[in-house]
């Protein structure tokens, strides 16, 4: 009986130590870079959001274009602005977290003799799965996390 119990406290020590070397998560604060804060959709509302990059390229633009493409979303179902020379609108989703879809984008069809920029943009707002805002950025991501349209708020 003496030997059984001692087995026993012997079998209970070596599991607790063996325990003692993994971490409980709970007890230990979040590391700081995977902290964000999840935007609100509100914050994408009644501000102009101008066009500063395209798939990590910036934008330059000639003196053919009459406005600088934007755009802004005056409620969370609608969006709306201008790709360069043409104005567009469309439907916009959002979803949890940082879940966004913008569908169904119209614009005019004024002849613009430089439409590369605004068949890019349309194409990023087509293919934007996710947002995320930093300060006073938009950040519009494909369907793989990549940026494929940086904005900038020019509305304070």
């Excluded at 004024?110 to 006073?136: H, Q, S």
């Amino acid at each position: 009986m003496k030997k059984t119990l001692f087995m026993i406290a012997m079998a209970a020590a070596i599991a607790a130590c063996n325990d003692s070397g993994t971490e409980n998560n709970a007890d230990k604060p979040a590391d700081s870079n995977a902290l964000q804060t999840a935007a609100k959709p509100e914050d994408l509302l009644n501000k102009d959001w101008r066009l500063k990059e395209l798939n990590g390229s910036s934008i330059v633009l000639d003196t053919t274009f009459p406005n600088y493409p934007h755009m802004k979303f005056e409620n969370l179902t609608n969006v709306g602005g201008n790709l360069g020379c043409n104005g567009f609108g469309g439907n916009v989703s959002v979803g949890g977290a940082d879940s966004i879809t913008i569908s169904q984008v119209v614009s005019t069809q004024m002849a613009c003799p430089n439409l590369d920029i605004e068949n890019r943009f349309r194409e990023a707002l087509e293919n934007t799965k996710t947002y995320r805002i930093d300060g006073n950025t938009l950040l519009l991501n494909n369907d793989k996390k990549e940026v494929i349209a940086k904005l900038e708020n020019t509305k304070n």
